[in-house]
């Protein structure tokens, strides 16, 4: 089995700089996903880590370590429309490709 | 990016009553498709994953006679949940992958469906 865990809600104000965590406890890891999903819509993909380090793309940076079981995504110069929820996903290598695990997602709400 | 298409958006109906999700994708031949359920504030969990021709793969607890899966083409995958009850009540999402894996590897998914059971 495997568990992911993510905080449950952050909020932070616009413009400023939130660090969404992700640990996970996996056997045969084989990539960290985060996505992004709108209340009521499906979810976008926004990053991808297989190995460990940080992947940046444009406001949002994602960053892997293999050995702690620990991912971030940074969402930097904060948006209201990054109101959203950030789920965390990992594949094992077992699993076909595109059977993720998800975590619970964190809700992350952008104030003026 | 690719695009992955459902139908319908939102759906009430009647206790007893079966209701079709549709999930298509639009610009790819989709080999495999895969159908999740999220209740509200909770994780996608996956149901199934269909692949083209041939029989769903069904995770542990999702009981096939309910939530018919069907994948008769490489754009088309349904999902049928018969005699629907107000526990089934929630958001259904399908995602598709091609042949070839993408250079990142992620999940097109559909817009969704929210299926509301009276």
């Known amino acids: 089995g495997q568990n992911i865990d993510q905080p449950t809600e952050m909020t932070a104000t616009e413009g400023a700089i939130v660090q969404i965590n992700c640990t996970y406890q996996?056997?045969?890891?084989?990539?960290l996903f985060w996505y992004q999903q709108h209340a009521g819509e499906a979810p976008t993909f926004l990053s991808y880590?297989?190995?460990?380090g940080l992947e940046e793309k444009g406001r949002f940076s994602s960053f892997l370590s293999r050995s702690k079981g620990y991912s971030y995504l940074l969402l930097k110069e904060l948006q209201m429309k990054d109101s959203a929820s950030y789920l965390c996903?990992?594949?094992?290598?077992?699993?076909?490709?595109?059977?993720?695990?998800f975590g619970a997602g964190t809700q992350v709400v952008v104030t003026p | 990016g690719a695009v992955v298409s459902q139908h319908p958006s939102r759906v009430i109906c009647k206790s007893g009553t079966s209701v079709k999700i549709e999930c298509r994708s639009l610009?790819?031949?989709?080999?495999?498709m895969f159908w999740y359920r999220q209740f509200p504030k909770q994780s996608l969990m996956l149901m199934a994953t269909s692949n083209e021709g041939s029989k769903a793969t069904y995770e542990q607890g999702v009981e096939k006679d309910k939530f018919l899966i069907n994948h008769a083409s490489l754009t088309l995958s349904t999902l049928t949940v018969t005699s629907a009850h107000p526990e089934d009540s929630s958001f259904y999402i399908c995602?598709?992958?091609?042949?070839?894996?993408?250079?990142?590897?992620?999940?097109?998914f559909g817009e969704g469906s929210r299926l509301t059971v009276l």
């Open positions: 995602s598709a992958r091609g042949r070839r894996e993408t250079t990142t590897g992620e999940l097109f």
């Open positions: 996903a990992v594949k094992r290598r077992s699993d076909s490709w595109g059977k993720f695990q």
């Open positions: 880590n297989v190995l460990d």
């Open positions: 610009d790819f031949q989709a080999t495999t």
């Open positions: 996996t056997s045969g890891f084989n990539g």
